[in-house]
């Protein structure tokens, strides 16, 4: 063996991946694409109830998510306590009030009509899950600050697949932004490090619930080769 074995590729394991042929991959891309392609981001939930290891698997699927050296920089809080749903929809609709009520410009406003959203938001306490993603700015060793590298990407990315993760398992979400978010660190006692990223309520529909009729781009429109 020569002397000059990496010293960084340190800890490493055989890379657990087994190929499937073109056909099966065609197939499979396709498939989920047509998965992937009646997700919708929903407003109108029920209340009915989802058991807690439904939630926990969704929010394991998007803690597999790459991160910056992997400091795996995000917390999923899982919110099923009514009052402090009570407590982050009132925050929410205080926000949200100032939001349309003039801190959103008239084109903003005008490009959010045919969503039909407004400054109440009752899902907040209809569902019977809400997930706070954090995103956690540093990691605090022996009382030093180290900042967490790429940060939005990672938790974006986390996020992205959370979404995924809530689709596959047969239930709907909203990504909701009820900014400034600051009151969700303060009603959860988030430590100082971490940051409210997506509020995200969790469930069925309500009956006959409706979304907006909304077209997707065309593939030659969000594609460009080279
Ligand atoms: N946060 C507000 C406004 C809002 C903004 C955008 I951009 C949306 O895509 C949807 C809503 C709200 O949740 O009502």
Redesign the pocket.
């Given at each position: 063996m020569s002397i000059f074995v990496s010293m960084t590729k340190t800890n490493f394991i055989k890379l657990n991946f087994s190929a499937i042929s073109e056909q099966e991959m065609l197939k499979n891309s396709e498939e989920f694409y047509n998965l992937m392609d009646r997700r919708r981001s929903v407003r109108e939930f029920s209340d009915k109830d989802v058991p807690k290891e439904i939630m926990e698997n969704i929010i394991k699927a998007a803690g597999t998510a790459p991160s910056g050296a992997h400091k795996q920089p995000w917390t999923f809080c899982l919110i099923r306590d009514p009052n402090i749903k009570k407590q982050i929809r009132e925050a929410a609709e205080e926000e949200?009030r100032e939001?349309?009520s003039g801190r959103?410009s008239k084109r903003?406003l005008n490009?959010?009509n045919p969503?039909g959203?407004?400054?109440n938001?009752p899902f907040i306490e209809t569902v019977p899950w809400i997930i706070v993603v954090f995103k956690r700015v540093y990691e605090r060793t022996d009382g030093v600050k180290h900042n967490n590298y790429y940060v939005n990407e990672s938790v974006g990315i986390a996020t992205g697949m959370l979404l995924t993760a809530i689709h596959n398992a047969g239930l709907v979400s909203l990504t909701?932004?009820?900014?400034p978010m600051n009151f969700l660190a303060k009603i959860m006692q988030r430590p100082e490090s971490e940051r409210a990223f997506l509020l995200i309520p969790v469930g069925y529909p309500k009956e006959d619930a409706e979304v907006p009729d909304i077209k997707r781009k065309a593939l030659k429109e969000i594609i460009s080769y080279f």
């Open positions: 949200e939001n349309y959103m903003w490009d959010l969503f959203t407004d400054s938001k909701h932004t009820p900014s």
